[in-house]
């Protein structure tokens, strides 16, 4: 097995929406009974796209299992640095989170030096790519979510959702 296989069985990712239609807390410990699922399976590498909502959550709770399972990395997979900026609505909250991340982050890859059409959909497959699996908090099929899962599950790509039944929109 090369070396990039290797890998890829030991990584996932994570997509999800920006915006959460539920309380984080149930959303926490269902993110944290997959990584701890996929810990036990043999991934140690967990992928993020850097983004505020999910993103920024998922990030979160493996930097807080890191304490437990010491093996957990997490790599930040930035479409651009300072993408807020480009983005415009963070509050300071997040901001400050996100700036925390970064500090905290056992790698942070920067894919395009400024915003270009196009580049979170990069950001999304190039995190795809290297995943064995992408963890998901799928609300709405036609969103950037919906396209990285579409995308993942095009290349056979392991789908762990953690949106309730409930919790779907149209």
Same mark, same amino acid.
């Given at each position: ?7 890829? #069985? ?30 036990? #399976?043999?991934? #140690?590498?967990?992928? $993020?796209?850097? $983004? ?12 807080? !299992? ?34 925390? !991340? ?24 190039? !995190? ?23 995308? $993942? ?18």
């Amino acid at each position: 097995m090369s070396g990039f296989s290797e890998i890829r #069985r030991m990584t996932a990712c994570f997509t999800g929406h920006r915006e959460l239609g539920e309380p984080p807390g149930e959303l926490e410990r269902r993110t944290d009974a997959a990584i701890r699922d996929l810990y036990a #399976r043999g991934v #140690r590498y967990f992928g $993020a796209g850097g $983004a505020r909502g999910f993103d920024a959550l998922a990030s979160e709770r493996v930097l807080t !299992l890191k304490e437990e399972l010491p093996e957990l990395s997490l790599v930040l997979v930035l479409p651009f640095p300072e993408q807020y900026r480009q983005e415009g609505n963070w509050s300071r909250e997040e901001l400050a989170q996100f700036d925390a !991340l970064l500090l905290r982050a056992d790698r942070v890859v920067t894919l395009e030096s400024g915003y270009s059409p196009g580049v979170y959909q990069r950001r999304n497959r190039y !995190l795809v790519d290297r995943s064995a699996c992408c963890v998901c908090y799928l609300q709405r099929m036609r969103s950037g979510t919906g396209s990285t899962v579409r995308y $993942a599950r095009s290349r056979g790509v392991e789908i762990i959702d953690l949106v309730p039944y409930s919790f779907r929109l149209p």
